[in-house]
């Protein structure tokens, strides 16, 4: 069934990282694909760039490098990709990789059994969303309420889905309360509002004074700016009246994982009867997500034996969680969509701008409160 005419061919972003050390970004023309009994075809309409997009869009390629050519309707972007970052790509090279982790839209054409969907605005998750039309099994989509619009809901899975796990993580690992590094950034924001209507403390790590009001703003009650002379203090403050022993780190590089953990065993032995040459018993778990800096994780080791870094993904912890309770936290968020996951844009772009020079040095900067949105129909 299907509720508009829809076009042969669409636009599509790739990726392609060749074996001479090249990173191409392009577009193609490809086929609109007809959908299955259990699929429909979505015309998309929003998407947005996420941190977790750069990751296959420009990977490990030399920004400074970027070269611009072909027209303003069909640009081709090439950069240098260090040869000592090539062999963990071989799985990739000389194949155009289609990028986009999320977005959303109107489904115009459905199969059979999933045509209870035609015409409704609905979320999709599942890669390859930097195109025109996406075909994806009705189940993946998240169907928005009445009256949302696809720009409202393009940003309904990565984001507030995180945010929501970072909570489920907590109560699943016997934790009281949670540390957020970069808590400024939309998914800060969206954490912020969750811990306040869920009743959990937060602590929020931020860089610099305009993130602290952007927090204060919110109502967020601890905010700890790690360029204020009195940080660890601050933090170890903090820690002593939430009880936090689980932090999520956006920032992954450097010395602040390790600020971390040591603030949490100080805060831990703050009334300490005795002294342990081991440590506290209490374990202390910062869980790195992100990577707005690649150096190497810098660890002092002055909090105990009971510890730990690792990394954490969220579909791994869907998985974890369980079908019914992730289906629970989907709907919590079509609800609360233009409120609490509520997202903001600081520039709307086409496909073909996606690909302009000026713009992917602004999206690949990835600042805080910064964030691009791709109208593929523009």
């Not at 992954?252 to 603030?263: E, F, N, P």
């Not at 040459?277 to 009971?306: C, E, T």
């Not at 509520?342 to 990835?366: D, F, P, W």
Request: with cysteine; proline share 5%; aromatic share 6%.
């Amino acid at each position: 069934m299907t509720i508009n005419s829809i076009p042969s061919t669409q636009l599509r972003l790739t990726s392609n990282i060749t074996s001479a050390g090249k990173l191409i970004l392009s577009l193609e023309t490809i086929p609109v694909p007809e959908p299955a009994e259990h699929e429909v075809l979505v015309r998309i309409e929003a998407a947005p760039i996420n941190p977790s997009d750069l990751a296959l869009l420009v990977g490990p390629a030399d920004i400074s490098t970027l070269q611009a050519s072909g027209t303003q309707d069909n640009p081709t972007i090439t950069m240098d990709v260090p040869e000592s970052l090539l062999k963990p790509m071989a799985k990739r090279l000389d194949t155009p990789m289609p990028v986009g982790n999320e977005a959303a839209g109107v489904v115009v054409t459905a199969g059979a059994k999933a045509s209870h969907l035609l015409g409704k605005t609905v979320g999709i998750a599942g890669g390859d969303m930097y195109c025109q039309y996406r075909c994806i099994p009705a189940t993946n989509c998240l169907v928005m309420n009445e009256g949302t619009t696809a720009k409202e809901a393009a940003s309904c899975f990565v984001n507030p889905l995180t945010s929501l796990s970072m909570v489920e993580t907590m109560r699943m690992e016997n934790h009281k309360a949670l540390v957020h590094t970069a808590a400024a950034s939309n998914l800060g924001q969206m954490l912020v509002k969750i811990c306040q209507a869920d009743d959990v403390p937060l602590v929020n790590i931020v860089r610099n004074e305009q993130q602290v009001a952007i927090l204060k703003q919110l109502g967020a009650q601890y905010i700890c700016n790690s360029s204020s002379p009195d940080f660890m203090q601050s933090l170890v403050t903090a820690l002593i009246e939430t009880g936090a022993t689980l932090a999520f780190d956006a920032i992954g590089g450097g010395k602040l994982a390790s600020q971390i953990l040591t603030a949490m065993e100080i805060a831990i032995n703050h009334d300490a009867k005795e002294y342990s040459r081991y440590g506290s018993s209490v374990h202390k778990q910062v869980y790195v997500y992100g990577g707005l800096d690649l150096s190497p994780i810098v660890l002092n080791r002055a909090f105990g034996m009971a510890w730990g870094v690792g990394g954490w993904l969220l579909t791994p912890f869907i998985t974890r969680m369980g079908m019914e309770r992730f289906l629970q936290l989907r709907q919590r968020v079509a609800n609360e969509i233009n409120t609490t996951f509520a997202s903001h844009y600081t520039q709307e772009i086409s496909l073909a701008e996606t690909l302009n020079k000026e713009i992917i040095l602004g999206y690949t900067k990835q600042a805080t409160g910064e964030k691009y949105l791709i109208t593929p129909q523009k």
